[in-house]
């Protein structure tokens, strides 16, 4: 089954303590991103990857950080999370910037 | 960049009316636009996507419309029945820098019995 698959689900920790949340997608896509969802504010895109060693910064990428050194995986590292950064957190594959992303089941990040 | 407006923020209609939902989108260079559905507590999920080289997408129930000139396109759902009720999502992406997709801040559509 085609699919993304994000990890953790949910999250609860504390401001400064590292984190990395995992992404891995099955479809073989080139393009992968990362956003976060808030409340009246839609999804925006946090980093994107269009190759392996290729990323580039999104929207809101302050404070983010992300790698690519296989194809299929594309991690969100948050090396010292802040209250500001509690949000979901969703990622998405693609075969292109404009085609149809598919997106993860999302984590939910809580930082006390 | 491209800013993307979304229209209204909230919307409620009985069922079997139709709902529409609008989006304005600032670059004219923009090419692609997608509708993504997202019920809740689940992810988005692309219903619907449209080129910059087509008016108009029909599928079943669901339209979109672009209008170029005026850079703004359009979510039509006919005969509304309540597993519609969702939160729906435009965005466009620019023509020159296509992974820079801007969504917009969402309608929450509520589809009454």
């Known amino acids: 089954e085609a699919q993304v698959t994000q990890n953790p689900r949910y999250l609860i920790t504390v401001t400064g303590k590292k984190l990395t949340v995992t992404c891995s997608q099955n479809?073989?896509?080139?393009?992968m991103s990362w956003y976060r969802q808030d409340p009246g504010l839609g999804l925006r895109q946090i980093y994107y990857?269009?190759?392996?060693?290729?990323?580039d910064k999104g929207d809101v990428p302050e404070g983010y950080k992300v790698s690519r050194k296989e194809k299929r995986n594309f991690p969100l590292i948050l090396e010292s999370p802040s209250p500001n950064q509690t949000s979901l957190y969703f990622c998405?594959?693609?075969?292109?910037?404009?085609?149809?992303?598919?997106f993860g089941d999302g984590t939910r990040l809580s930082i006390l | 960049g491209e800013n993307v407006e979304q229209h209204p923020s909230t919307l409620s209609v009985q069922e079997g009316d139709s709902a529409v939902i609008k989006c304005t989108y600032s670059?004219?260079?923009?090419?692609?636009f997608p509708w993504y559905k997202q019920e809740l507590g689940k992810r988005p999920q692309l219903i619907i996507d449209?080129?910059?080289?087509?008016g108009e997408k029909k599928d079943q129930r669901i339209a979109v419309t672009l209008n170029k000139t005026a850079k703004h396109f359009s979510l039509h759902i006919t005969e509304t029945q309540p597993e519609d009720s969702a939160v729906y999502f435009c965005?466009?992406?620019?023509?020159?820098?296509?992974?820079?997709?801007?969504f917009g801040a969402g309608t929450r559509l509520t589809v009454k019995p």
């Open positions: 479809m073989n896509h080139e393009y």
């Open positions: 965005a466009a992406t620019p023509l020159y820098n296509n992974n820079d997709m801007r």
């Open positions: 449209i080129r910059s080289n087509v």
């Open positions: 990857s269009m190759n392996v060693e290729v990323t």
């Open positions: 670059d004219s260079a923009s090419n692609y």
């Open positions: 998405a594959s693609s075969l292109g910037g404009s085609q149809p992303q598919h």
